[in-house]
Structure formats: C-alpha cells, structure tokens
C-alpha cells in the first residue's frame, strides 16, 4: 500500500473527502501505516465506509464522519467530533474540494463561486483553526492541504476554483508562519491532473478537452491518487520534520 517506513501508530489523522480518490487512497496509506484515520464524507457514505473497512482489515482504526463543510455548523465541529472519538488530532488533511459552475467568468453565478471558496478555501482555514488549537496543547501537528495547479493557468472557465486553490496556498504559509512556535508543520501539495473521476463529472467534459490539458503533463499521462498520497504521507512523517510553509508539485512536470 505504502513505501514509506514512517509508522503513525497512535498517530490520530482525519481526512476530508475521504470516500473517494485523492481522499480516500490518503486515509487508507495512513491507515496501512498504523494511524487512526477519520474518514470524512459528505454523500458518499458507502464509499467512506468501504474506505473505513479496508483500514481496519490492514490493522489500523477508522471512524467515518459524515458533513457537509458548505455548513458553517460542521465546520465547526467536524475536528471536535474527531478529537471526541479518537482522542485528539495530530494530522489535518484538506483534500475535500470542488469546481461549482463550470462556465466561463463572464456568465458565472454568484453561488458557483461562494459554493467553490467556500469548500475550497473557508471550510480549510476553519478546520485547520480548531485543529490548530488542539496540536498546540501537544507542541505537534501536521497540516497538509491538497491544493491545484490550476491557479497557474487561471482558465477563463475555473477562474474561480483556481482562485480558491490560491488562497488555500496562501492560507499554507499564514498558519506554518504562525504554527512553527508550535511543532505545527503546514504545507501544500499541489496536484497536477489526477486520475479521479472528478474531470468527468464537470459541465462541459470532452474527451478531447482532457487530452489537451494530458499534453501539457511531461510525462503524457494523468497521476494516480496514490501519488499524492505518498507526498502526503512524507510531510506527515520523520522526513517531514524540517519542512514547513512550502507548497510542492506533483504533477508529472506540468
């Protein structure tokens, strides 16, 4: 499942987004590596649990946690209910995210971008303050949020999730600047075109719209969630310990 030799036994580390691809290969690695993993999910509770399952068959303990973090009342208390369960919270992972209103910027609605800053940069600086407040109390935690590269090419039909990735790498180097007194390490991975499903479910797919953004991938070929989790997995770990407010690119050299 993992490369990695890290353990994170006791490790306790929730996961948003965790029912399905780049979320759901993340919980199950920290699974496989010992940790007790908080498997959050808005709709897809099948595939949360399934998740869950497959961490406790490996050996590890997994709780499912149910939310939607366009709802201020689960932000506030999605990390609380982890730390209630599990005892406390060593490792955040902001992977939760979505384009709303794939359209170009002249004819978005105002909704579409409240919807898409709102889970992809307001729901992670809220999660990530109530985490922050319970790692301080240990002198440890890892912040790690799943970011895009999108924001490098500001595509006139996702303006507005590239602004919100942005703000999400902005909120990376705020909260490692503020946490490093703490032992709280912040970074971003910042995902290039992944396999997961996500692109086909946006308005306006085409097979040949997803063969021009694979053309500018060097390696002509979309990543696997697995990738990102292994990155996540070493900023959570030993190899992790000297890194902080960076933002790294997995994204096969696009």
């Known amino acids: 499942m993992t490369d990695t030799t890290t353990s994170f036994k006791d490790r306790r580390v929730l996961v948003t987004g965790a029912s ?20 959050h999910y808005r709709q ?9 399952a497959s961490i406790r068959e490996a050996g590890g ?34 992977n939760a995210g979505a384009c709303y209103g794939y359209a170009h910027f002249t004819e978005l609605d105002e909704d579409s971008w409240d919807h898409t800053l709102a ?9 990530s303050r109530e985490a922050f407040l319970d790692m301080t109390l240990r002198g440890w935690g890892r912040i790690i949020n799943i970011s895009s590269v999108s924001q490098k090419y500001g ?11 942005a703000a999400l790498d902005a909120l990376t180097v705020g909260l490692a600047r503020e946490g490093a007194q703490y032992n709280i390490l912040v970074n971003s991975i ?8 996500m692109h086909r479910r946006v308005d306006g797919y085409s097979d040949e719209l997803f063969q021009k953004r694979l053309d500018k991938v060097l390696l002509k070929r979309a ?24 933002i790294f690119t997995v994204a096969g050299g696009d």
């Open 155 to 165: 595509g006139p039909r996702s303006l507005h999730y590239s602004a919100s990735k």
């Open 223 to 246: 990543g696997s969630p697995d990738d990102i989790a292994r990155m996540a997995l070493f900023l959570a770990g030993e190899s992790g310990n000297f890194i902080t407010g960076e």
């Open 61 to 94: 303990q997994a709780h499912v946690m149910a939310g939607d973090l366009q709802d201020g009342a689960v932000r506030r208390t999605l990390v609380s209910d982890f730390v209630r369960a599990s005892g406390g919270i060593d490792v955040l992972v902001n």
């Open 44 to 52: 897809a509770r099948e595939g949360a649990e399934a998740v869950a």
């Open 20 to 39: 399905t691809g780049i979320g759901a290969a993340t919980a199950r690695m920290f699974g496989a590596a010992g940790a007790c993993v908080g498997v």
């Open 119 to 127: 889970l992809n940069a307001k729901a992670p600086f809220f999660l």
């Open 190 to 197: 910042r995902c290039g075109l992944i396999e997961t499903g």
